[in-house]
């Protein structure tokens, strides 16, 4: 059962675009909420997370949105750049729950 | 500062035999270990975690097992490999309750059996 969904498998955005990532969740229970980077033969990266408590959270280039009532988030990045030409998967994580939820992820693809 | 450590890089094995990676993680004492795959065209699928030393709970029914002998070591292991045992292995670890800083992961296997 896919706690968190990722339904693009892939993104392609041009260069000084903005590139938005989707993610939804089914439970309620969840605390926080966070995006991922991954390349290619290499370990997942931590970026940006959100409370539950919030709507938004900025990190430079970055900006992670909750919308609670439709159970979904996004991650925004603005302008995208080649080298954030990567996968990024979405998590989902709660107190009572114990363990870190993934998305499939999006192969994010920024050219020039 | 905490790091993790993961080896081999790559590994290539037949059909059938044994199978050990490990992973270390240092600067930090009692940490939640976990174990991941990501096979191909797929997203990170959880195999095992552990919250201390002999405790390893599974949650995939499958050919591989894991183990952690000492607080900051833990071992993936299979007696026979199989072709779909291929894939991307992450080991990963946190600190108490985990909350918006998520796991820190390593730098991964690729593991592909032949």
């Known amino acids: 059962d896919q706690q968190v969904k990722q339904n693009s498998p892939s993104l392609s955005v041009q260069e000084g675009r903005i590139s938005i990532l989707n993610c939804d969740y089914t439970?309620?229970?969840?605390?926080?909420f966070l995006w991922y980077k991954k390349y290619p033969a290499e370990g997942p990266t931590f970026l940006i997370s959100i409370s539950s408590i919030k709507d938004k959270n900025e990190d430079g280039r970055f900006t992670v949105f909750l919308n609670k009532s439709a159970k979904h988030l996004s991650l925004h990045i603005v302008p995208s750049q080649p080298g954030d030409s990567a996968v990024y998967f979405c998590a989902a994580i709660g107190s009572t729950l114990g363990r870190l939820y993934f998305g499939r992820g999006t192969q994010l693809t920024v050219w020039p | 500062s905490q790091t993790i450590h993961q080896w081999p890089a790559t590994l290539v094995q037949p059909v059938g035999s044994p199978l050990s990676l490990e992973c270390t993680v240092e600067?930090?004492?009692?940490?939640?270990l976990y174990w991941y795959r990501q096979a191909a065209g797929r997203g990170l699928q959880l195999l095992f975690y552990?919250?201390?030393?002999?405790?390893i709970s599974s949650e995939v029914p499958q050919n591989l097992s894991a183990s952690r002998p000492q607080d900051r070591q833990f071992i993936l292991s299979s007696k026979k490999l199989l072709l779909s045992d291929s894939g991307f292995y992450l080991c990963?670890?946190?600190?108490?309750?985990?909350?918006?800083?998520?796991?820190?992961f390593g730098s991964g296997t690729r593991l592909t059996v032949v």
């Open positions: 439970n309620s229970m969840f605390d926080y």
């Open positions: 600067g930090t004492s009692n940490p939640n």
């Open positions: 990963a670890w946190s600190v108490g309750i985990v909350g918006g800083n998520g796991y820190t």
């Open positions: 552990s919250v201390g030393i002999g405790q």
